[in-house]
């Protein structure tokens, strides 16, 4: 079945780019039903979307972080990617890539924690 | 700060029924499908109920959805002690700062 995995640093400076990328298995990312996203999730808060992008490569942002977020799809290798540029200690979540369809999120990736620090 | 507001917590004994709610605006919730989702602790969010109602392969009946207006509920019955979870709503807002939403969430607690 579908499966994700994000892979990335675990470590981060402040200041820099938090990158990340999903890889799906199992199925194609370049179906048209589906949108991919990025949630995170602060130790001990709750759910923050991040962004959602298509596999033609339409993308939308959560407004919030719009200034500073990117998200890219590639369909040769069936990953979508994440990055968070000038990150501060705020930025420190468990980052999940997660698959929407068709008004949810309905498969995620197990998550990997990111922490920004010097 | 999340627009969906859920009760920090609710509880109950094994075999009970809890509901949780998720409270919106006409902008999120009232135009829009809600979906539900169940994080067990140190693991990534299931996909418990989405468009308001429906429940995805391999989901028991014992967790139901509903929507009335600018409000959603989740519930459980038959309580068990592995539904000792945090609970998540989520939809998608229209205004002007569109985009997913999600609630603030629920910790359930099976006495």
């Known amino acids: 079945q579908l499966q994700l995995q994000e892979s990335g640093p675990g470590l981060v400076k402040p200041s820099e780019t938090l990158s990340l990328t999903c890889t799906v298995s199992?199925?194609?990312?370049?179906?048209?039903?589906?949108?991919w996203g990025w949630i995170r999730q602060p130790p001990g808060k709750g759910l923050e979307w991040i962004g959602s992008?298509?596999?033609?490569?339409?993308?939308y942002y959560n407004p919030s972080l719009k200034s500073r977020v990117t998200i890219s799809v590639d369909t040769s290798k069936n990953q979508f990617s994440l990055k968070l540029s000038s990150v501060t200690a705020a930025d420190t979540a468990v980052y999940y890539c997660?698959?929407?369809?068709?008004?949810?999120?309905?498969?995620w990736g197990q998550g990997t924690m990111v922490t920004v620090s010097s | 700060q999340s627009v969906l507001t859920q009760p920090p917590s609710v509880s109950a004994a094994p075999g009970q029924k809890v509901t949780i709610s998720c409270s919106g605006s006409?902008?999120?919730?009232?135009?829009?499908?809600v979906s539900w989702y169940q994080q067990l602790p140190g693991t990534a969010p299931k996909l418990l109920i989405y468009?308001?109602?429906k429940r995805p392969s391999g989901i028991p009946d014992r967790f139901s959805g509903s929507k009335s207006g600018t409000s959603a509920t989740l519930g459980i019955t038959g309580l068990q002690t592995g539904d000792e979870a945090d609970y998540y709503c989520?939809?998608?807002?229209?205004?002007?700062?569109?985009?997913?939403?999600f609630g603030t969430g629920t910790k359930v607690t099976v006495l």
């Open positions: 997660a698959r929407r369809y068709p008004d949810a999120f309905d498969i």
């Open positions: 199992g199925g194609s990312i370049s179906s048209s039903s589906y949108y």
């Open positions: 992008i298509y596999y033609s490569g339409s993308t």
């Open positions: 468009d308001n109602n």
């Open positions: 989520g939809t998608w807002d229209s205004s002007l700062s569109a985009g997913e939403v």
């Open positions: 006409s902008s999120n919730i009232g135009n829009n499908y």
